[in-house]
């Protein structure tokens, strides 16, 4: 059964405040796997929620007073009905295939080398120069997800600065995550929210609009070159299934340029610190890196995921560091559901919480330390034997879980690979708590400041 924690301990106040993920892993620590946060919200760490709240067949639907209407007036995959999910991801999972992401990888590496020149210059720039890879790493997300989704960079490697516009997706972030908890908790404030945050609001039609441009722009020109419309297009050309609309190319533009973006830097951003935390971890994978390949385009969408220790430090950031550090809410039917063996009655928000499951010593030993060797294939560590690695769905779980999975993988491996085959990092004093942040809906990072020595090699 699970524990009731009075309404007065309901979690608006740590949303607002950006705290919510470590209230919840206290809650679950001291109660157990299923907590009642609220007096109609259930948040589970368990992977059996997963499959009972997201898998194939599960009755629950996406909680419309969570996540609101569409910003542009029309549902794209993350906010569509079932029906209408399975249509569009049947059409768009040509362009995140494997065979179509190994088509660009020509697309990634020219960005990526980009990225190494910037971080040369910037870590030379001065003696003692400090590179914040936060930034860095946000340029190059940015800017190759702007070329897949928009036929056209943004240019931020190039300038070394973020544009008007990326600034506003921050902030669109932010008044999303406020409004979900407004309105969820207290609608009446929520309807007042956009006269009392109008920059936010601000940013958050800014945003809209700019990517409907760019995606109008992109769908008139015709090009051989491969992006995500151009599999698409060719789709409507030959007439195959039913098509998206315009307006539901739109909508899924404005979330492919949040989704496929910051979440992916953010990860590494994560990675970056915690290998700098963790010398010998860190010693570890740059002798696996380095002693893998002996020239940058050795390192290939092909070749990376071969390296055991490389997937293992990922994978072990995406535990310690989600991306996305809360849930994803649901509404159970009118007539209830069965979760975790429990009848839940109808019309009740439940979610897995991922910070708190994925930091839970129910669930893995030494759940605040980050420990690679915890995935590899070949551990026999008896210390991990019980670890249970089913709970970890930093992408979610079942049919509507991130169709980008495989995008998120070959860029992290790619760019991870390249920055510590160029150079040695040196975390600076000023990040040692990098990890001491807010979250609202994602984590409102820091600079992370490293030292960077280029790698001469003769």
């Keep these: 059964m699970f524990t009731f924690i009075h309404s007065a301990a309901s979690p608006a106040p740590g949303r607002v405040r950006g705290i919510e993920p470590y209230h919840l892993q206290w809650l679950h620590d001291t ?170 609001k601000k940013k958050q039609r800014e945003h809209m609009q700019y990517a409907l441009d760019r995606v109008d722009r992109r769908l008139a020109i015709q090009t051989d070159r491969p992006d995500i419309w151009s599999y698409v297009l060719k789709e409507k050309e030959e007439g195959a299934g039913a098509r998206l609309t315009v307006p539901e190319m739109h909508a899924n533009a404005t979330t492919f340029m949040i989704a496929g973006t910051e979440t992916t830097a953010t990860l590494l951003s994560g990675v970056t610190y915690h290998l700098l935390r963790n010398a010998d971890k860190m010693a570890r994978l740059v002798a696996e890196i380095r002693g893998a390949f002996t020239a940058p385009d050795e390192m290939t969408l092909q070749n990376l995921p071969q390296l055991p220790y490389l997937n293992a430090c990922l994978e072990e950031a995406l535990r310690i560091y989600p991306p996305v550090p809360g849930g994803l809410p649901r509404l159970t039917p009118s007539g209830g559901t069965i979760i975790e063996g429990e009848h839940v009655p109808g019309n009740v928000t439940v979610f897995v919480t991922n910070w708190a499951a994925y930091h839970s010593s129910r669930h893995f030993t030494l759940p605040e330390e980050y420990i690679p060797e915890r995935w590899l294939p070949d551990n026999d560590d008896p210390r991990f034997a019980n670890d249970d690695k089913t709970i970890l769905q930093p992408f979610s779980y079942g049919p509507r879980n991130c169709i980008g999975k495989n995008l998120a993988w070959h860029e992290m491996r790619l760019i991870l690979s390249y920055v510590l085959w160029h150079f040695d990092l040196e975390l600076c004093e000023e990040s040692e708590d990098w990890t001491d942040q807010r979250v609202y809906a994602l984590w409102e990072k820091k600079p992370l400041m490293v030292r960077l020595k280029p790698v001469e090699r003769a």
Excluded at 111 to 140: C, H, Q, W
């Design 31 to 200: 109660y157990g796997d299923v907590v009642r946060i609220s007096p109609n919200e259930l948040s589970y760490t368990t992977a059996k929620a997963w499959k009972d709240i997201h898998g194939h067949g599960a009755p629950v639907v996406k909680d419309p007073d969570h996540y609101g209407p569409p910003s542009t007036g029309t549902k794209g995959l993350f906010l569509a009905d079932d029906g209408d999910h399975g249509r569009q991801r049947r059409i768009f999972s040509h362009a995140f295939s494997d065979r179509a992401l190994k088509d660009q990888e020509d697309l990634f590496r020219g960005y990526i080398e980009l990225l190494t020149v910037r971080l040369r210059e910037a870590g030379t720039s001065a003696p003692d120069a400090k590179v914040n890879m936060v930034d860095m790493y946000n340029f190059t997300t940015f800017d190759i997800m702007a070329d897949l989704t928009f036929g056209e960079s943004l240019k931020l490697l190039e300038g070394s600065a973020y544009n008007a516009w990326v600034g506003g997706i921050f902030a669109a972030v932010k008044f999303f995550g406020l409004s979900t908890t407004l309105r969820f908790y207290f609608p009446k404030i929520n309807a007042a929210l956009p006269y009392v945050l109008p920059v936010l």
